[in-house]
């Protein structure tokens, strides 16, 4: 039973290591970027939120102690720079939108837990942490090849996270029996707003913008 | 009287994080930000240098072992959201300016001490963390806003806190006894500054601009 | 004899941070930047790259330790600052790019090998470590000037980079007794590949480039 979580959370952390590699491969060809530019962007979008989060943690860096992040972040980014018509397919850049949703959610509620444990200024600077970590790769992609950053897309894209990191901190903070549960939740509603986002073009409501 | 000092920093300390966290509700205002990115743009500026100081010195987060500045900055930059014309009135920019460079002055001056204190590359690197943990977090607005960061401004901004900085260091290293007053001097000295930018316009000398 | 080697180091050392420093005077000239921020991207330039390095590997800065790096690039950028013209001398800047083309090999060989004795994630890792010390400065430089940066150009910069740490990283790996010569020839492969982008105009083949 155990030992299926553990094989789904790898599966689903490769998968999603994967598709943000990939979601750099697209954003790149605007720029003609070269392979190598392009595998650099790949492993900036995958590991460079929770890099920035490990250093103002101040623990050990998970991609040298996991190595297997950089390795799918390089195989994924190869591999798309020599496919990127398949990226460009309807349907596997839906695909990929979706893996890149359910990735998005579970890094971003995991990273929240890994600041919860370690004490770090409870309640609000682990939603901090789930934040940085979830979009921190992207915005990073986004300033390194100069296009306005996700933080300033209508797109709901960061606003999710935040929204599930809130509600999962909210429930270690009031009721923490209760974190699995939330942790779960959590992560399902933002891959739900995701959803709407990629499939309904729900954007933010106009209340919510900056006039 | 030590209690009177204690709780007037804290003051300007709390008056100054919502400075800088109103002044990226204003930048974020030409991109028609939404909510949360104002919040986050308003975080990010409000603890963005203190945070690289932190990483660099190898210290813990100030941020996580004290998280008011965290909720001062997400309150501030969401009553700004909220009352854009109110920040835009003629004497509350101005009124935001002065605090801005009030504690500008204050965490820069600060920032160099902390450093002195943990003995981190004598006599220079201290002045290096004033500058950073003064102006790191506007630079990372704008360049996350995508508008030419204020290192490439003709306003007087990140000079006066250079000049503050080095002063203070300086009698740091050749006559420690007078540090205190020092601290005074170069806070006062970029405040001075900074009003002269804002009030009349003082720009970068000539000779200092590269042709 | 060891003490000749130690001195050679130490100078490529100082005047491959100058080096870097001045290519931050030209292209802060595009801005005209003011004396201040041409220090400031002098000093970013010469030491982001390793900045990034120390806090993902977690260990003390290298310039609070060793103060010169940070007073090398202070006065070489304020000297630049002043002779432009100087440096503008089609002559001088070719000598610059070669300088800067031996501390680039250099630094990001001895980054390899820093990340490799602290053992930290073996052997992939060390190469993502000597990429970034190499070309990270250069990045952070054009991020905040504004200019597209270096990883979107098609001139050969950090390609070379990162072939010379794959080949020294694959010899430490497998045959770390010839990691003296395997060091050796990746720094002159790396200058070898720079002075063929300089002099020739060796580009990024069309097949590396992304469609």
Redesign the interface.
Known sequence: MYANTDSLIDLITILGISAFALSA?LA??E????????I??G?ITAVGGG?VRD????V??F???H?YF??VA?ISSTFG?FC?PLLEKRIVNKANLYIDSIALAMFSIQATDKAWVLD???P??PI?MG?ITGVGGG?MRD????R??L??N?ELY??PV?IGCVIHASVLYLAPEFSDVSALVAIGLIIYLRHLSISRQLQ?PAW????
Do not use: N
Not at 31 to 38: I, P, Y
Not at 55 to 58: K, M, S
Not at 208 to 211: G, S, Y
């Open positions: 491969v790149a060809r720029k003609k970027a070269d392979l190598f530019t392009v650099v962007l492993i890099t250093c103002i943690l101040g050990p860096m991609w040298a102690e190595t950089i390795w390089i720079f990127v770090f200024g409870l609000i600077s901090l934040i915005v300033v390194l090849i100069q306005p950053s933080l300033l209508k960061a606003t935040a933010v919510a913008v900056l006039k």
